[in-house]
Structures are given as C-alpha cells and as structure tokens.
C-alpha cells in the first residue's frame, strides 16, 4: 500500500525540505511556475510522461535564465509560448492545451505580482496561488488526463502543504 503512495509521500518530503530550506514567496512562486510548465509541456506534446521530465526541465530554464540575465518568470514565459505554438503547429488536442494555458495564466499570474507586492502579502498572494493550484491537481488526478496521475498527486501533496506553510509564515512573521 505504501509503495503505491509513492507520489504522496515524494510530495510531502519535496514541500517539507523547501520549508526546512526557507520557503519564500519567489521560490513558491518559482516552484509553481515549474509546475504549470510541467502540465502545459504534457498538453503541448500530448504526452503526459513529459510533465516529469519537465521538473528538471523547467529547474533548468529558471536557471539558464537567470544566468542569461533574464528573471526567472520571463524564461518560464518564453518557454510556455514556445510550448503553446509547439502544441499549435503540432495539433495538440485544443481542449487540453487551452485548459493549460489558461491555469498558467490563473495560477501563475498572481504568483507572478506577488513578487511584487509587500513582503507578506506577497506571500500570501504566493501561498494561496501554489495552495490552489492543488484544485487542479485533483481534477487531473480524477480524470488521470494531461499528466501521469502519480505527478498529480505529487503536485497535490506538495502544493497544499508548501503554500499553507507560507501562508502561515507570512501572517506569524
């Protein structure tokens, strides 16, 4: 039972280490916007197995954008429009490539301002934006489209966890 609760358990020490590490509202915003990449790269390319390749690579154009002098949610921008006209030119199904275009839009627009908001509002912003990300999370999950249900789940267990904790620092802080 256990091992098939990997996921859970996956997502649980991922949002557990980034508390212990010193969450703030740019990584948890950072974190979530590697997530809707992650569901947008799978729509685009109408291969769920991607969204788990695009952990490390969504990590790794947040950082070659950075480097690039680029702020982090410009490359994961560039990214997304690269993938919305992949999925285009390549004639992804238009139903699910709309839906993810539109949660990155919803979810991460406002992780986005929440940079620049005041310090604690802005991780509240951030925290409620990465916390309800995990809506998405189940009805993925419960339909088991786009993405792998075991990267749903992950999401889940380290969305709700991860933005509630960021939430709760920022109002206790």
């Known amino acids: 039972m256990i091992v098939r ?3 859970s358990a996956l997502g649980l020490l991922a949002a ?5 590490t ?3 509202r740019e990584s948890v915003a950072i974190t979530l916007g590697v997530a809707l990449l992650c569901y947008l790269g799978a729509a685009a390319l109408n291969r769920p197995w991607i969204a788990w390749a695009a952990i490390l690579g969504g990590s790794i154009v947040v950082t070659i954008g950075e480097l690039a002098g680029i702020v982090w949610w410009g490359a994961l921008g560039i990214t997304a429009a690269a993938l919305v006209t992949i999925g285009l030119i390549g004639k992804a199904p238009r139903p699910a490539l709309t839906a993810q275009t539109a949660a990155l839009l919803g979810f991460g627009g ?23 990300h995990a809506a998405w999370d189940v009805v993925h999950w419960r339909r088991n ?9 992950f999401c889940l267990w380290l969305d709700v966890p991860l933005g509630l ?8 802080g």
């Not at 406002?110 to 309800?132: D, E, K």
């Not at 489209?145 to 789940?153: F, Q, T």
């Open 5 to 7: 609760r990997w996921p």
């Open 16 to 20: 557990g280490s980034a508390i212990a």
């Open 22 to 24: 010193g969450a703030n």
């Open 165 to 172: 904790a960021l939430i709760v620092l920022a109002l206790t």
């Open 145 to 153: 489209e786009v993405v792998p249900r075991s990267l749903a789940e």
């Open 110 to 132: 406002p992780a986005v301002i929440a940079l620049f908001l005041n310090p604690r509002v802005g991780m509240v912003l951030a925290g409620l934006a990465l916390a309800s």
